[in-house]
């Protein structure tokens, strides 16, 4: 045994020295009194926090009303001049009405190729839910959300997020998620650093972010 796990292992059993041997996790109640709402802001502040926030990560927010949706994401397709757009099956058709382009709409019955999703242009998908204090759109493959492979592969994702989705902080966040699901966290575009501090987007998931902020 190595001198550091010797050490490891007997400040563990220093550490449990005086636990009785039939105690269990159970019988040990843990402190759940964290703030659950530290923001202390009513629903318009929050959307201007996660705004703030989502920017922070070189995310582009854009706002709009409910009614102006279909114009908003179709001006970013436009910019992004995105020739192929990817939807999950149950996305409602009004959130991309008047698109000119080609879109292809993914479901578990006619799942969208792997082989195909990296030349895909944009990803248009919903949210579960998105957290205020930390800048974070969490998808959990719900309603307009998709699998987790459709919003990690193509190389832009444009995210809907409604005016009753923000909270405030992630205990509010992990209330409203059924931990079973298959949770995504997004912080922003992806990005990773190599030890010289070099920033590179697109590693590990789409290299731009749009967020659609609706008020």
Known sequence: M???RAEIMARL??????VPPDETIEDVPVA???HRDGTGAG???LRDLLAERVADYRATVHRCAADDLAGTVGTILAEHRTSTLLVPHDLPEDWHAGYPGTIYRD???FPYPLATLDATDTVLTGCAVAIAATGTLVLDAGMAQGRRAISLVPD???CVVGADQVVGTVPEALARLDPVRPLTFVAGPSATSDIEFDRVEGV???????VVLLS
């Open 204 to 210: 590990h998931g789409p290299r731009h972010l749009d």
């Open 2 to 4: 190595s001198e550091a």
């Open 107 to 109: 479901s578990a019955n």
């Open 32 to 34: 759940r009194d964290y």
């Open 13 to 18: 059993r220093a550490a449990l020295r005086d």
């Open 156 to 158: 832009h994702h444009v």
């Open 43 to 45: 629903p318009a502040q």
